[in-house]
Nanobody
């Protein structure tokens, strides 16, 4: 499994940014795909996840109502639409994949992309 995250950059608070994750290497019907983030000096934290076969979604409380996770089944791509970001959302964002049930625990995810930096200015 290969995951390639992209779409990061600098954005002003209240703006929007869409992150993409291209997945390859196998079919993902049995997988859960997720977004995590890590700010300097902090632990990696769960942002959102999506169950590939039925698009069920799960969010961290800190982003619920502002961020939207989605996937394009035909393109094997996953997205994170970040609306109304604030400076606390500044971090390196990673996409990840795991078999089985959705969780927000980083070490349970088997595959990781390289990360893309998101910087939100006030």
């Amino acid at each position: 499994v290969q995951l390639q995250a992209s779409g990061g950059g600098s954005v002003q608070a209240g703006g929007s940014l869409r992150l993409s994750c291209a997945a390859s290497g196998r079919t993902f019907d049995l997988y859960v795909m997720g977004w995590f983030r890590q700010a300097p000096g902090k632990e990696r934290e769960f942002v959102a996840s999506i169950r590939w076969f039925d698009s069920s979604t799960y969010y961290a409380d800190s982003v619920k109502g502002r961020f939207t996770i989605s996937r394009d089944y035909a393109k094997n791509a996953m997205y994170l639409q970040t609306n109304s970001p604030n400076p606390e959302d500044t971090a390196v964002y990673y996409c990840a994949a795991k078999l089985g049930v959705p969780t927000g625990i980083p070490f349970e995810y088997e595959y990781w992309g390289q990360g893309t930096q998101v910087t939100v200015s006030s």
